[in-house]
């Protein structure tokens, strides 16, 4: 059985409830872990102070982040032969065409704009979780090892 991690990268308290809420809603994740800034999702993903760096499923990232914005955090990871084929799902409030297509240019899999109501948040996450953890298949070098 494939492992299901997501990684989280949001400082938004109440979008990252939400979020939680959604991916826990019915759907068998092994582990949900949050970065609250660019910086933080770097150092997860690379092992900065971790004996072992973080290998998700699938990385929700939004764009507006402190310290690291999120398509500087898009480019370290494309960037890096570890991590570029790790699917990066570009979660953000910004429907500025300048925001999508630079998310595409630097390798997003998918951008989805955060719906304004909660139930259509809930929703939009819902089916982005069940795609990335359920239905899509990841490389081999990126599946869990209990698979």
């Given at each position: 059985?494939?492992l299901?991690?997501?990684?989280?990268?949001?400082?938004?308290?109440?979008?990252e409830?939400?979020?939680?809420?959604?991916?826990e809603?019915?759907?068998?994740?092994?582990?949900?872990?949050?970065?609250?800034d660019g910086?933080?999702?770097?150092?997860?993903?690379?092992?900065?102070?971790?004996?072992?760096?973080?290998?998700?499923t699938?990385?929700?990232?939004?764009?507006?982040?402190?310290?690291?914005?999120?398509?500087e955090?898009?480019?370290?990871?494309?960037?890096d032969e570890?991590?570029?084929?790790?699917?990066?799902?570009?979660?953000s409030?910004?429907?500025?065409?300048?925001?999508?297509?630079?998310g595409?240019?630097?390798?997003?899999?998918s951008?989805v704009?955060?719906?304004?109501?909660?139930?259509?948040?809930?929703?939009?996450?819902?089916?982005?979780?069940?795609?990335?953890?359920?239905?899509?298949?990841?490389?081999?070098?990126?599946?869990?090892?209990n698979?």
């Amino acid at each position: 059985m494939k492992l299901r991690k997501v990684l989280l990268i949001e400082d938004n308290h109440k979008d990252e409830l939400l979020t939680r809420r959604a991916l826990e809603s019915g759907l068998q994740i092994d582990e949900i872990i949050v970065a609250r800034d660019g910086q933080e999702a770097v150092d997860l993903l690379f092992g900065k102070g971790r004996q072992d760096p973080v290998v998700p499923t699938v990385v929700l990232l939004d764009l507006r982040l402190p310290k690291i914005d999120g398509h500087e955090v898009l480019r370290r990871i494309r960037k890096d032969e570890r991590t570029r084929l790790l699917p990066v799902v570009i979660l953000s409030s910004s429907d500025d065409e300048k925001d999508i297509i630079n998310g595409y240019r630097e390798g997003a899999n998918s951008y989805v704009r955060k719906p304004i109501v909660n139930d259509a948040f809930v929703n939009a996450v819902q089916s982005l979780g069940l795609f990335w953890l359920v239905t899509n298949t990841p490389p081999g070098n990126l599946r869990g090892s209990n698979e």
